[in-house]
């Protein structure tokens, strides 16, 4: 409690304080009481913003950051305040020198890593030695947390540019899976500073979600079938896991998990470490053994290079950029006889889940849950190697118990049931349309339904061939165009059949189709989007511009969606 004289004191000053002053000194309070700052200390504000037009820029993969920075270029505009909206593709970096203000919002994927478009961008901050000094910015920063580098890419670049001396407006907003709510109080937070600049960086506050957790369901393995025939180039293992309860999820849902580190590379490392299986340390705060944390913690297999030039460091050596097994990086690059255990862990990224699309239906399979999974290979220091997560999981034995996550993929979900859909699927993107025809089909949905399926081989790569062939026979599935690009008898590709049904496609779409694509986005899914793009191009006399506004609206009203990994 204040002594009187200093209650007095308090009243006369709010009296005579406007609103924005109130709020001002709320934070500047809450952050002396969080952060023990000394009360003689007068907290440095940040400078009046001296703002021509603010340059929003996004970096995005699946299309939520340009949503999060087009309501923030609609929200500042309306408060009369000049923007540019900019894909970060489109952005060059050297602008920064010119800007007085910046505005990046920005997605995180894989390992901590920026999205594709975006990655010039990324590198650039990070290789930039002369500072900004003149750059305020914010930064918006969208990922999962789901994952262990939530965030990570929008961090490292608000790092970066407080390195490079450039000054932000609001400390860093962080957003999670349903990014919408907390991306909006952010921005109406930064317009709040634009309007009133006296609020100091330092207390105002970060807009979080609550940690809500995602809850953790058991399965056991009931199944495993390998679905491709012999001489295939591939394995493609369709896994069914009985539930210990039943979950709620709509086709369209993935759910995700967390692999292991295989026994063998663990026991390597251990070996080139000299530590004892059992040796214990602390990770975490938490007292592990070595085995653990290397087996179930900190990914092990196929660093990224942002991992090896932190090991570079550690080590004092030239490594070439690139990406290695850190059994490989210890064995060429050793590190250094008085280097503790726990420097080395703590520079590996965390083991991130891996998603799976759902192919089973609720509706059609109660209490089970249906994947379909490629086993993943590629090469590393002249050596076929097998994708961690694919590898775990395809590997599973019979009766084996392991835990999973729902993750709601909300802009791929299955229309109404009177509504028609064109399913693209390439390779193992025929799983949401597997759950999708199964439940329309146990339903009896009256809307029409049409499968294009895309794979190497017709022989060998026909992915539930037996149960498309009875969807058609009995009339759930109207249309089944499949695209084998090798031996058969007409090898063709999902694009060039796409284009060869154009007429069909357009009429559908013309009727309120919904058209969903699903596989690989390189090199299937550009094709197939170029593909579709050239057809509204042909119907709309040839004008593209027309055709590029026709595809973004159907994605806006959702009647286009792509699943691309």
């Keep these: 409690m204040l002594a009187e004289k200093k209650l007095d004191q308090l009243f006369a000053l709010i009296s005579e304080s406007t609103h924005a002053e109130l709020i001002w000194m709320s934070g500047y309070m809450a952050g002396l009481a969080a952060n023990h700052l000394p009360l003689a200390a007068k ?11 603010i340059s929003i820029v996004y970096g995005t993969e699946t299309g939520n950051s340009k949503k999060a920075a087009t309501l923030a270029t609609t929200t500042l505009k309306r408060a009369g305040i000049k923007t540019r909206l900019i894909a970060a593709e489109n952005y060059k970096p050297d602008l920064l020198e010119k800007e007085s203000f910046l505005l990046l919002v920005i997605s995180t994927q894989g390992e901590g890593e920026p999205p594709a478009t975006a990655k010039a961008l990324y590198d650039y901050l990070h290789q930039r030695t002369e500072p900004l000094p003149q750059l305020q ?3 918006l920063a969208l990922g999962s947390k789901s994952y262990p580098l939530f965030c990570q890419a929008g961090i490292d670049a608000d790092t970066q540019l407080k390195r490079l001396k450039a000054t932000p407006a609001i400390p860093i907003g962080t957003c999670d899976d349903d990014f919408e709510t907390d991306a909006e109080a952010w921005i109406n937070q930064l317009l709040q500073h634009l309007k009133n600049p006296i609020v100091p960086a330092a207390v105002t506050t970060i807009i979080k979600r609550p940690a809500e957790g995602k809850k953790v369901f058991k399965g056991s393995l009931g199944q495993k079938i390998l679905l ?5 180039n591939k394995q493609v293992y369709h896994l069914e896991f009985d539930l210990a309860e039943e979950i709620v999820y709509t086709p369209g849902n993935a759910v995700g998990m967390v692999p292991y580190n295989r026994p063998q590379e663990v026991q390597k490392v251990l070996n080139i470490l000299g530590l004892k299986e059992e040796q214990s340390i602390t990770y975490k705060d938490h007292t592990l053994t070595v085995t653990a944390v290397f087996t179930e913690k900190v990914s092990i297999q196929f660093l990224p290079s942002s991992t090896v030039k932190k090991y570079a460091q550690l080590v004092n050596a030239d490594i070439p950029e690139t990406r290695m097994d850190l059994y490989d990086l210890l064995r060429i690059y050793p590190l250094p006889n008085e280097t503790r255990v726990e420097e080395l862990i703590d520079l590996l990224p965390g083991i991130t889940p891996r998603l799976y699309t759902i192919s089973s239906s609720p509706a059609t399979h109660p209490c089970q849950l249906h994947l379909t999974v490629q086993l993943h290979k590629y090469s590393s220091q002249d050596q076929q190697k097998s994708g961690l997560g694919s590898e775990y999981i395809t590997s599973l034995k019979i009766g084996t118990e392991v835990e999973f996550f729902l993750h709601t993929q909300k802009s791929f979900q299955l229309p109404a049931d009177d509504k028609d859909i064109i399913m693209i699927g390439q390779g193992t993107g025929i799983a949401p349309f597997r759950s999708f025809i199964a439940e329309r089909d146990t339903n009896g949905a009256s809307g029409r339904n049409w499968l294009f399926f895309g794979e190497e081989n ?9 149960e498309i062939q009875k969807w058609t026979d009995i009339g759930t599935l109207q249309k089944v165009v499949p695209a084998f690009q090798q031996k058969s008898g007409n090898p063709t590709t999902l694009a060039e059949q796409i284009s060869h049904y154009a007429e069909t496609i357009w009429q559908w779409l013309d009727d309120g189709a919904y058209i969903m694509v699903s596989g690989e986005k390189e090199p299937t899914g550009k094709a197939v989007e170029a593909a579709l793009l050239k057809i509204a191009t042909d119907k709309l006399q040839g004008d593209e511009k027309k055709a590029t506004a026709y595809i973004k609206q159907l994605q806006k009203d959702g009647r286009f969606a792509k699943e691309l990994y």
């Design 458 to 466: 017709r022989v060998t790569d026909f992915y539930y061939q037996s």
């Design 137 to 139: 910015y914010g930064v």
């Design 228 to 232: 491709n025939d012999h001489g295939s």
């Design 43 to 53: 907290p440095a504000t940040t400078p009046p913003v001296a703002i021509d037009t």
